[in-house]
């Protein structure tokens, strides 16, 4: 069971998400929380699996809630809900620590498979906002869609990050490079701490920006 925080400032929306995040497909609502500030408390208080954030909310947004809640030890991934026209809050709730971003008219299987990706250690970054995310976050001068070698990562590991890329669970690398999901782990840890890489979220903006995932794929 994934229990969960549900961080949005309209009930109705709330309301929407538990109908959908339901016991019987394996989660539990722990809080339903109005602002940012109530979540932050919230989150010492239920400790939770995820927490699904909003941003755009009175008094403390989205995105301050994020960061405050992935800066203490321990801290449950935070997964972004947005809007098409929220492009300027998206490089902030990556760098506040954002483990993905879906949007709120997924589909409700879409928004279940986010939720289980982030509580399973993983990304999600949904494929409408990719262009946006890479856009606001892309460091000047990379080239892009041009493979970039580097000397820091080795073969297999320069792979794992292709597959992150591409929105790969560490089960799906493991199956596509022959290895259990324990050596995969391994693999993720050495290139986050080559990379200086906070998350998989940051990884997958790495991969993009350093040509070894196809922006048109």
Same mark, same amino acid.
């Given at each position: 069971?994934?229990?969960?925080?549900?961080?949005?400032?309209?009930?109705? !929306?709330? *309301? +929407?998400?538990?109908?959908?995040?339901?016991?019987?497909? $394996?989660?539990?609502? %722990? /809080?339903?929380?109005?602002? @940012?500030?109530?979540?932050?408390?919230?989150?010492?208080?239920?400790?939770?699996?995820?927490?699904?954030?909003?941003?755009?909310?009175?008094?403390?947004?989205?995105?301050?809630?994020?960061?405050?809640?992935?800066?203490?030890?321990?801290?449950?991934?935070?997964?972004?809900?947005?809007?098409?026209?929220?492009?300027?809050?998206?490089?902030?709730?990556?760098?506040?620590?954002?483990?993905?971003?879906?949007?709120?008219?997924?589909?409700?299987?879409?928004?279940?498979?986010?939720?289980?990706? !982030?509580? *399973? +250690?993983?990304?999600?970054?949904?494929?409408?906002?990719? $262009?946006?995310?890479? %856009? /606001?976050?892309?460091?000047? @001068?990379?080239?892009?869609?041009?493979?970039?070698?580097?000397?820091?990562?080795?073969?297999?590991?320069?792979?794992?990050?292709?597959?992150?890329?591409?929105?790969?669970?560490?089960?799906?690398?493991?199956?596509?490079?022959?290895?259990?999901?324990?050596?995969?782990?391994?693999?993720?840890?050495?290139?986050?701490a080559k990379l200086g890489l906070r998350d998989?979220?940051?990884?997958?903006?790495?991969?993009?920006?350093?040509?070894?995932?196809?922006?048109?794929?």
């Amino acid at each position: 069971m994934i229990r969960l925080i549900l961080v949005d400032d309209q009930a109705l !929306v709330r *309301a +929407g998400l538990a109908r959908i995040l339901r016991e019987k497909d $394996g989660f539990e609502v %722990a /809080a339903e929380c109005e602002d @940012g500030a109530a979540a932050i408390e919230a989150v010492g208080r239920c400790h939770p699996d995820v927490v699904v954030m909003d941003v755009r909310m009175k008094g403390v947004d989205g995105v301050e809630a994020t960061r405050r809640i992935r800066a203490k030890q321990e801290s449950p991934p935070v997964l972004i809900l947005t809007t098409f026209d929220d492009d300027e809050v998206l490089s902030a709730a990556l760098r506040a620590g954002a483990s993905g971003f879906v949007l709120k008219d997924a589909t409700a299987e879409d928004l279940m498979r986010a939720v289980r990706a !982030v509580a *399973a +250690g993983d990304g999600w970054l949904d494929p409408a906002v990719t $262009g946006r995310v890479l %856009a /606001a976050y892309r460091s000047p @001068g990379l080239p892009v869609g041009r493979a970039m070698v580097t000397d820091e990562l080795t073969a297999r590991e320069a792979e794992v990050v292709r597959l992150i890329g591409r929105g790969a669970t560490n089960a799906e690398i493991g199956e596509a490079l022959f290895v259990s999901e324990g050596t995969v782990k391994t693999h993720i840890g050495h290139v986050f701490a080559k990379l200086g890489l906070r998350d998989r979220a940051a990884a997958i903006v790495w991969a993009f920006d350093h040509g070894l995932v196809n922006p048109q794929s």
